[in-house]
């Protein structure tokens, strides 16, 4: 039986980590190293921790669902104090007010799709924040969110940003849905689902239409010394970045620029840019809110090896059932294949 991978999935891809630590800036590299290490820490926490597959049902509204906010207080413990629980009253940490704030607002837009908190199923939302001594990164381990506080010229702290806290909140919506491996093509689309939420969200939040967005990915989390750049972009991939500190966006727009190293997992992160191309095309044509109804009932039907073709011919036959349900404008499918093709996807 195939073992899959299972994912331990950081906001900063490791890329991004490799390069600072080979910088010219002594303390950047040291920051970096910090940084990696911390990365393989939480890796080990699920070593040995059974795959999850579970096609979820929904309970009764209101169940659950509720939000744990715990310091780690610059350890590399999780759960260490609780500060804030669903309800209370807010606190004199931003951090800790910020990301229980943040969580509620990708746990409503759960609601709007009909899902009920990430496994479906009522699950409380776990985060734990001031993770390490400035550490440059936040992920989602299988169980909770951890953030970082980041070095604050780097990188600012990862909690700022409702991008970041959806991104990693969905790959816990999809380890419960598709639970798509986290490799090579299968894990590419891991990552483009938690930008396709990401972004999203975020534009739900700010009002936003797809015109109007600038479809940026991890904008708000890069510090002074990165003032103007981003992580990622989904309506131009490869145009983030570009700085004697990062050096170039390495994501390509299109098939023909397809990534065929080894490196983050064979491109989990890099090969995203390709589908997050192809849904930006979409969403400005029938919009954000229709792009992502459709993607999410994709989502729903893909399963943990999928690769590229796989997810053209889910995510099209998605948009043909919501064409059905009048929930999507009709012409939505050839939208979608439209969008794919103009990536290389056939």
Request: proline share 4%; net charge neutral.
């Amino acid at each position: 039986m195939k073992k899959h991978r299972q994912c331990i999935c950081h906001y900063l891809p490791p890329y991004v980590i490799g390069k600072l630590a080979r910088t010219s800036d002594p303390e950047a590299r040291e920051k970096a190293r910090l940084s990696a290490i911390y990365g393989k820490i939480s890796r080990a926490k699920r070593v040995g921790q059974p795959s999850v597959n579970l096609l979820s049902t929904a309970v009764s509204p209101g169940a659950g669902a509720n939000r744990k906010v715990y310091d780690s207080q610059n350890t590399l413990k999780q759960r260490k104090k609780l500060v804030l629980e669903e309800g209370g009253p807010t606190t004199g940490d931003i951090a800790v007010n910020t990301v229980y704030e943040f969580a509620g607002i990708v746990r409503d837009y759960l609601k709007k799709l009909g899902r009920h908190s990430i496994d479906n199923q009522g699950m409380d939302i776990i985060l734990n924040v001031h993770f390490g001594n400035q550490y440059m990164n936040a992920f989602w381990d299988g169980d909770e969110m951890t953030f970082g506080d980041g070095d604050g010229s780097i990188f600012t702290n990862f909690t700022k940003s409702l991008d970041v806290v959806a991104h990693e909140l969905a790959h816990g919506v999809t380890q419960y849905t598709a639970n798509l491996d986290y490799y090579s093509q299968s894990g590419a689309l891991n990552e483009h689902f938690s930008d396709v939420f990401g972004s999203a969200i975020q534009q739900f939040y700010n009002k936003q239409d797809a015109g109007r967005a600038d479809w940026l990915v991890g904008n708000e989390i890069m510090g002074p010394t990165l003032f103007g750049e981003s992580l990622r972009s989904m309506k131009a991939p490869g145009s983030a970045y570009d700085n004697s500190l990062l050096g170039s966006d390495p994501q390509p727009s299109h098939m023909r620029d397809y990534f065929t190293g080894q490196d983050d997992n064979q491109g989990v992160h890099i090969n995203s840019g390709i589908p997050n191309k192809a849904f930006y095309l979409v969403a400005k044509d029938i919009g954000t809110d229709k792009a992502m109804l459709i993607w999410y009932r994709a989502l729903r039907m893909l399963w943990p090896d999928a690769n590229f073709g796989d997810a053209v011919e889910i995510i099209s036959h998605a948009a043909r059932l919501l064409v059905k349900d009048r929930a999507v404008p009709e012409g939505s499918p050839q939208t979608v294949r439209l969008a794919f093709k103009e990536v290389g996807l056939p």
